[in-house]
């Protein structure tokens, strides 16, 4: 192992810079290999554009004969890039993206070949979808699935493959991918956000959820990599000593780019520019080999595939520059971990930005609309949101080194904190005018256009205003940005939809709209008022307040994903038409088998660097130390043990140490033995009541009639059924 580990020090220590050339404007290549508006003007039909258009903007269906027209525009589009294959991309339930390519190539019984991608291959594929996690929905011998492409995701060139993204549904028609309930959400918050944004201007047809996403990562060399078996494996160290030199002198944030890091930055940019990828910033960040890239903002469907995306490309390019990408949380014990910053707003087809206030009172109230009622959300589904960001690696991270807490809170600076305050000591009832006066002037009308630095940043705050969107900080490095943009959606859909049919009520009662818009807001102000904090957000002082205050602090991921498949998450999710309760529950599952998984892989790993690796090394050592009070002891015959005193100390310490080592290993492997044996038992549990559900529901069936039949044995009856399927 230490040989392995020095030829790794030295292979990496004779690295050069991969050359990288960039002979042309970003400007120029920006979009190339997508196939965008301008592509498809290119190589498409007036009929198939002005189709695909329609259901970019308005989500209508594309008729089959027009499919024909628009795979054929595409194919051709695709082979003049260099494509030979295509397939359906997609983001299973795994955490990364999925593909199967297929080539543009059919033969005929004479011997001739051509290139053929017709419209049923580009609408629709069948992956197998009992091989991908599906939480029980897939039996192994129900094995069929459904990719079918999403048009609102322009598809791509990369390599010699047309990507087509797509969703990915099982043949009952339950999603098994991120990117289904994704769409769905987005679509309930288009019709909610619109119907409130109608309020202040009438022209409003759409209103569109905005991400730009910040992802952090470590770059190290991929032989140093390869001579760690735990990197390689669980992507982070699991033993290891700390070195000397940190973060403690907080001297590689915002430093002098690394040749060979920059390198692979200025790679990656070009990939992503023929991707339309908007990459803009790179940096270094706080953590010895760590990094950060960020985009422009996007729509937030196409925000989370170029998130996805990037991942697999950053993987590819550090490849050729002799890296490794670590996107785990925390690959490294004692400094920063990386997070993943969801940047979201709302944007209208008007051009306005529904979270940044403008220079009326009327834009301000439009600003404040939103924004309370984001607060408002985030309040009441705290829970379910922690719930979007738990997993066994996230949970390393949240709670030190910058990272923000477990427990969700909203930040959002001292002059709209005063903004807030100032609205919610306005009287009960209908304003008067000279109130309502006095509000628009000192509340309103003072909120500067420009909030982007009117006030410090807390870097503790999981969800923090800054300016003219929302950043969700919690979210980790490793995640998939549609589930945390999924329950955001839905949350404040379902809270405009509240707040709308508050106002109505109000306004049918003859109060003029401006006042119940401002008497709506200040209740929600008051009632929302616990999940804002200004403050540290480490440290035993805020998890007191938060208790006190009856906010969460779900540190673990089993724990906080159980509100995941609580009522009110069924409740939220399935009256948008997001996900039904079956899908719902195949999440929970797959997610608490994932984090089981993650642990056992990790718990593996440790007993196996221990017994092959520590404990050989320290036994080795230990016998060069035998071997020199041996040779002490024949120089200097008896006096040799006030000599080698130190020496023999150290021996019986690692006898002890080895002792302890093995002890603790062989009881994590029996703890882990006993978990199996449960899990195992769980599983053949529920197999067993699937198995036997036709049978209760035959018995429920008999026991209504029954009741219906025979009055007098109505209680009875009814409590045995409670009994029997309440057990």
């Not at 990656?268 to 960040?285: A, D, S």
């Not at 944007?347 to 930005?353: C, F, I, L, Q, V």
């Not at 529950?585 to 642990?599: P, V």
Request: aromatic content about 8%.
């Amino acid at each position: 192992m230490a040989t392995l580990r020095f030829n790794a020090l030295k292979e990496t220590l004779s690295r050069k810079p991969i050359p990288v050339e960039e002979k042309v404007r970003r400007s120029e290549i920006f979009g190339k290999n997508v196939f965008g508006e301008f592509a498809m003007r290119q190589h498409l039909t007036k009929d198939s554009y002005k189709s695909v258009m329609d259901a970019i903007q308005n989500g209508s269906k594309i008729d089959r004969d027009l499919a024909d027209h628009i795979s054929t525009g595409m194919k051709e589009w695709a082979i003049a890039k260099g494509a030979t294959h295509y397939t359906h991309w997609f983001q299973p339930l795994t955490g990364s993206t999925a593909e199967k390519h297929d080539a543009f190539f059919e033969t005929f019984g004479d011997g001739t070949a051509i290139e053929k991608f017709n419209g049923g291959q580009l609408v629709q594929q069948e992956p197998d979808a009992s091989s991908f996690p599906n939480g029980g929905i897939r039996n192994t011998f129900e094995a069929r699935g459904y990719t079918a492409w999403d048009p609102t995701s322009p598809a791509f060139v990369w390599g010699t493959t047309l990507c087509i993204p797509t969703i990915f549904v099982s043949y009952t028609g339950e999603a098994l991918d991120y990117k289904t309930p994704l769409l769905r959400s987005l679509s309930a918050l288009d019709k909610a956000a619109t119907d409130v944004a109608k309020y202040f201007d009438r022209k409003v047809t759409k209103v569109t959820a905005t991400l730009g996403w910040e992802q952090e990562y470590f770059l190290i060399d991929s032989a140093l990599a390869s001579s760690r078996h735990d990197i390689m494996m669980s992507g982070r160290t699991l033993l290891g000593h700390a070195p000397a030199k940190g973060q403690q002198l907080d001297d590689h944030y915002f430093g002098s780019i690394p040749a060979r890091v920059l390198n692979f930055m200025r790679d990656l940019e070009t990939e992503c520019m023929y991707l339309g990828i908007p990459v803009k910033t790179r940096h270094n960040e706080v953590a010895p080999n760590q990094f950060e890239l960020a985009p422009i903002f996007e729509e937030a469907n196409l925000a989370v595939d170029h998130n996805s995306l990037i991942m697999d490309v950053m993987d590819k390019v550090a490849d050729r520059h002799n890296f490794k990408v670590l996107f785990h949380e925390k690959p490294f014990a004692n400094v920063n971990g990386s997070g993943k910053h969801n940047n979201w707003s709302l944007a209208t087809d008007t051009g306005s930005n529904l979270l940044s206030p403008g220079k009326t009172p009327m834009k301000n109230l439009q600003f404040l609309t939103f924004f309370v009622n984001t607060i408002k959300a985030v309040c009441d589904n705290e829970e379910i949101l922690r719930a979007t960001i738990a997993s066994a690696s996230n949970d390393h991270r949240l709670g030190a080194n910058e990272a923000p807490p477990a427990i969700i809170s909203v930040f959002i600076g001292s002059q709209l904190t005063k903004v807030l305050d100032e609205l919610e000591k306005v009287t009960d009832g209908k304003l008067s005018p000279e109130e309502k006066t006095d509000l628009k002037l000192n509340v309103v009308g003072k909120i500067p256009e420009i909030l982007l630095d009117n006030t410090d940043r807390n870097r503790t705050s999981p969800f923090a205003f800054t300016g003219n969107k929302f950043e969700f900080r919690a979210v980790g490095s490793t995640a998939n940005c549609a589930d945390p943009m999924t329950t955001l959606n839905a949350m404040v859909a379902k809270q405009l939809i509240e707040f709308k049919a508050e106002v109505d009520a109000l306004v049918a009662k003859k109060m003029k709209k401006d006042d119940a818009i401002f008497n709506v807001l200040r209740e929600y102000i008051k009632s929302s008022k616990k999940i804002r904090f200004e403050g540290d957000g480490y440290g035993q002082a805020w998890e007191d307040e938060a208790a006190k205050r009856g906010l969460s602090n779900n540190k673990s991921t089993p724990t906080a994903l159980q509100p995941k498949v609580s009522k009110k998450a069924i409740e939220l999710y399935t009256s948008l038409q997001i996900m039904n309760e079956v899908e719902i529950t195949a999440r929970y599952e797959i997610e608490i088998e994932d984090y089981s998984k993650e642990i056992q892989i990790e718990g593996r790993l440790i007993g196996d660097i221990a017994r092959n690796h520590v404990i050989p090394t320290a036994i080795a050592y230990q016998n060069v130390l035998i071997k020199n009070v041996k040779g002490l002891k024949e120089i200097y015959g008896e006096s040799f043990k006030e000599i080698a005193k130190e020496q023999m100390s150290i021996i019986e310490a690692i006898s002890n140490h080895i002792e302890n080592i093995n002890k603790a290993t062989g009881e994590m492997i029996e703890a882990r033995k006993k978990a199996n044996v449960i899990e195992e038992a769980t599983k053949r549990a529920h197999a067993y009541c699937d198995e036997v559900k036709p049978y209760f529901d035959v018995i429920r069936y008999h026991c209504d009639k029954l009741e219906l039949m025979v009055d007098d044995e109505i209680w009875p009856l009814t409590k045995y059924r409670e009994m029997l399927f309440t057990k």
